[in-house]
């Protein structure tokens, strides 16, 4: 009877080593989605632009502002269909591939700017897809390209992979006609 307590806590202890080694939660090391973009010229081959580039995110969304009255009242009011920009790559040289979030609107803008002589504008419409990973790990975002547009500067972009989500794969391909030097 005396060892007793001195079994049970044994029992105890390796009870709880063996249930937390079950616990191995392994979450991913990126829960974002990421929308990987490459530039390539008309042959299929990857081309940079020769000006660092900026590449920033663009969404239309409704924003509630707070405004101070004379009297010192504050009131609020809602600016519909305000345009929000956000620099996600700023001034990169050598920039022939490029990740970038999308946003959880159902549409994120990106404007590729060639440092402040032109700008390309690309549009996807996507399908946001929640995904529940674990309570561990928490959700992601996943989303499904349904539509892409873009400017006059891009001659096409090909929808490589329609599904966005944390594995890094290329998503789509943008071309450009690039005169052949010799």
């Known amino acids: ?5 001195i079994i049970f806590i044994t029992i105890t202890l390796l009870a ?3 249930l937390n080694s079950c616990e191995g939660e ?5 829960a974002m989605a ?27 969304t409704d924003v509630t502002v707070y405004d101070t ?17 956000d620099t996600l790559i700023n001034k990169e040289s050598n920039l022939s591939t490029f990740k970038v979030p999308l946003s959880y609107d159902d549409q994120t803008t990106f404007i590729i700017n060639y440092n402040g002589e032109q700008q390309d504008y690309i549009t996807i419409k996507h399908r946001n897809i929640p995904y529940f990973m ?15 547009t873009h400017s006059n500067g891009i001659d096409s972009i090909v929808t490589i992979n329609a599904n ?12 450009f006609t690039v005169s052949d030097t010799q």
Request: aromatic share 8%; charged share 20%.
């Open 1 to 5: 009877m005396k060892r007793l307590p």
């Open 16 to 18: 709880t080593l063996i």
């Open 26 to 30: 392994s979450c991913p090391p990126n």
């Open 34 to 60: 990421y929308a990987k973009f490459t530039m390539v010229n008309q042959h299929g081959t990857a081309v940079a632009p020769t000006v660092p580039t900026s590449i920033i995110g663009q969404i239309t």
């Open 69 to 85: 009255l004379e009297n010192g009242e504050i009131i609020e009011r809602i600016v519909k269909d305000s345009v929000i920009n």
């Open 134 to 148: 674990s309570v561990d790990c928490g959700t992601m975002m996943f989303h499904e390209a349904t539509e892409v």
């Open 164 to 175: 966005i989500d944390n594995y890094e794969k290329e998503n789509f391909r943008i071309y």
